[in-house]
Every structure is written in structure tokens, then in C-alpha cells.
């Protein structure tokens, strides 16, 4: 990884991203295979007095907060080696790169969900390290302070020249904030690409179907569909996805026809179910449609993925 860099892992539950984590960490062993850091090969743990690797640090998913001391303790903690200049100088530097001046004298328990999410991260970035790993970083805050934390996190590793691997289950989380994304799936690495190529090139269903609300057709029933005969393997299937349609034709495009089952409102656009023949479709519009109505919509040919 390069400096600066950010990596998520993601996929379903028990596909085996956190226990990567752990082990990228040190904190548990490899059945098989080695991992590198920094031109040297990881220790085992079991051969360690203290497991975990100088250089790389967790924020945990319970964040492990003192919560009997102020947000500039806590920040301190890992200081309390060096001399007093350096800790006063570090605990300002990250007080100011966290966005936590104001908080300085308040408890973990006196702040909010972000709030203790970058404190935890200031706390750990005091032990400065070149590596840092977050499991599921953004899972208990609300979409608003999440948005706003992911920014937030974003500058920091960037201008801290850091790298971070993150385990996420929110695929937008990932897709906002990597440079790489690595799909797992039981226990496997099945791609690692870039945010873009995951989502517009994904090499299986599964995760196509983690990316997003998705529709599959074989090639006959595109053909029905679609009107037009689209040559594919005898395995592949053709994914589309539920945002790639439009109300709006353009030149080029594909028309697909049908009756509207359900309209349901979603703030900057509206989730539809189609019915088409005996199919039922999701597709997303940017205005509301009558339950009953017909309707068409449009997809172009560069957005139909074959997989």
C-alpha cells in the first residue's frame, strides 16, 4: 500500500473480513501463507509477549475509550513516555486534526456517536502509526454524522500520510472512501479493484447483487424484453442495474415497457416495481408513477453488465 492509501473489505457476514483484519493486525495467527510489513515478514503472535505489530494499530468497534477521562486523557494516554512538551505539542496537533478543541474537557460519555468515533481515532493516531485498521468504523451512526465522519476520516489519513485498511458491511461507505476495494467471500478474496471497477465490471452475481438492487436476465429473456438478440455465454447472465434506467430515451438506448406495481419514495429519486410480462422489475425514476400506469424506460447498451 502507498501512503495516503485506502483499502475496504467487504462482503457478507462470516466472509471472513474481520478475521483478515486481525491478522493483517497480528492479533491472530494464519493457518497458511505469509503476510509482509514493511519489507519484513509478521510475527506470530503466539511468538510475541504482547501480540500486534509496532507500526500498525486497530480502532476497535467498541472504540475502548477511558471512560473516566477527558477526551484530551484519553488522547494523552498513549503519551505518557515522552516528555511533557511533546505530549502537550501531540495532544494539540491531534486535538485540532480531529475537530475535538472544543470537546478537550468533556468524558467520552458527554459526546456524540462521530464525536467518540474520532476521538478513538485520535487516541490511536497518538501512538503514530503507518498502518491503521478500523473494523466496521461507521456501523452505529446515523447517515448524517456518518457522511460527515467519512470526510472527515478521508482528509485526516490523506494529510496524516497514513495508510488504512477498513472492514465495512456498507458498500457506499466503501465506495465514498477507497482506493481499492476487496470483495470476500468465504474466506476468499474473489476481487480487488478499484471502487469504479467493482461496480461497473464486478466478476460475479454476488457482487454485482452487494453493490446494489440489480435485474437478471438470460439471453432469451432479454430478447423478449428488450426486443433485441444479445449473443452471451451459455453461463453468463445479463445484470442490470436498478439506477442504469432512465424515463428519459436518448439515442441508442434500450426500451423496456411495462406496469407500475409499486411507487415508493426515496428523498432524490423513487424506487419502482415494474411488472413486465410475467416478470417483476426494480428500477429507480426520477419522478413519481402512478400504481397502474404503463410506463417505459430506457437503459443505454454501456450499462448493461455480462457476467
Known amino acids: 500500500m502507498k501512503k495516503g492509501e485506502i483499502v475496504s473489505f467487504v462482503?457478507?457476514?462470516?466472509s471472513g473480513k474481520s478475521?483478515?483484519?486481525?491478522?493483517?493486525?497480528?492479533?491472530?495467527?494464519?493457518?497458511?501463507?505469509?503476510?509482509?510489513?514493511r519489507g519484513k515478514e509478521l510475527e506470530k503472535p503466539e511468538d510475541k509477549l504482547i501480540?500486534?505489530?509496532?507500526?500498525?494499530?486497530?480502532?476497535?468497534?467498541?472504540?475502548?475509550?477511558?471512560?473516566?477521562?477527558?477526551?484530551?486523557?484519553?488522547?494523552?494516554y498513549?503519551?505518557?513516555?515522552?516528555?511533557?512538551?511533546?505530549?502537550?505539542?501531540?495532544?494539540?496537533?491531534?486535538?485540532?486534526?480531529?475537530?475535538?478543541?472544543?470537546?478537550?474537557?468533556?468524558?467520552?460519555?458527554?459526546?456524540?456517536?462521530g464525536q467518540q468515533q474520532r476521538l478513538a481515532l485520535a487516541k490511536t493516531?497518538?501512538?503514530?502509526?503507518?498502518?491503521?485498521?478500523?473494523?466496521?468504523?461507521?456501523?452505529n451512526l446515523d447517515p448524517i454524522v456518518k457522511s460527515k465522519l467519512i470526510v472527515?476520516?478521508?482528509?485526516?489519513?490523506?494529510?496524516?500520510?497514513?495508510?488504512?485498511?477498513?472492514?465495512?458491511?456498507?458498500?457506499?461507505?466503501?465506495?465514498?472512501?477507497?482506493?481499492?476495494?476487496?470483495?470476500?467471500?468465504?474466506?476468499?478474496?474473489?476481487?480487488?479493484?478499484?471502487?469504479?471497477?467493482?461496480?461497473?465490471?464486478?466478476k460475479s452475481i454476488e457482487i454485482a447483487t452487494f453493490f446494489g438492487t440489480i435485474n437478471i436476465f438470460n439471453s432469451q429473456e432479454f430478447q423478449q424484453f428488450f426486443g433485441e438478440n444479445l449473443e452471451i455465454g451459455k453461463d453468463q447472465r445479463i445484470v442490470i442495474r436498478a439506477e442504469s434506467f432512465q424515463t428519459k430515451f436518448e439515442s441508442g438506448m434500450l426500451m423496456l415497457e411495462g406496469v407500475?406495481?409499486?411507487s415508493f419514495f426515496k428523498g432524490a429519486e423513487y424506487l419502482i416495481r415494474l411488472k413486465v410480462g410475467r416478470r417483476s422489475m426494480v428500477l429507480f425514476?426520477?419522478?413519481?408513477?402512478?400504481?397502474?400506469a404503463n410506463a417505459k424506460f430506457y437503459v443505454g447498451r454501456h450499462k448493461l453488465l455480462v457476467i
Open 152 to 202: 472527515d476520516v478521508s482528509e485526516i489519513i490523506r494529510n496524516q500520510q497514513l495508510s488504512l485498511i477498513m472492514v465495512t458491511h456498507d458498500t457506499q461507505d466503501a465506495l465514498m472512501l477507497s482506493d481499492k476495494i476487496g470483495f470476500m467471500s468465504e474466506g476468499k478474496l474473489v476481487q480487488y479493484d478499484s471502487p469504479l471497477n467493482i461496480y461497473n465490471e464486478p
Open 51 to 76: 501480540p500486534g505489530e509496532e507500526g500498525i494499530k486497530m480502532v476497535f468497534q467498541d472504540l475502548r475509550l477511558m471512560p473516566n477521562h477527558t477526551v484530551e486523557e484519553n488522547i494523552k
Open 260 to 262: 407500475v406495481q409499486g
Open 19 to 37: 478475521t483478515l483484519l486481525k491478522m493483517i493486525g497480528g492479533l491472530i495467527s494464519l493457518e497458511n501463507g505469509t503476510i509482509h510489513f
Open 285 to 292: 425514476a426520477d419522478y413519481e408513477l402512478k400504481i397502474g
Open 11 to 14: 462482503g457478507a457476514s462470516g
Open 78 to 113: 498513549p503519551l505518557l513516555l515522552f516528555d511533557k512538551a511533546y505530549q502537550k505539542e501531540r495532544v494539540e496537533e491531534l486535538l485540532e486534526v480531529c475537530h475535538l478543541q472544543e470537546f478537550r474537557k468533556r468524558l467520552p460519555r458527554e459526546l456524540s456517536g
Open 125 to 139: 493516531l497518538a501512538e503514530e502509526p503507518a498502518l491503521l485498521l478500523m473494523d466496521e468504523p461507521f456501523s
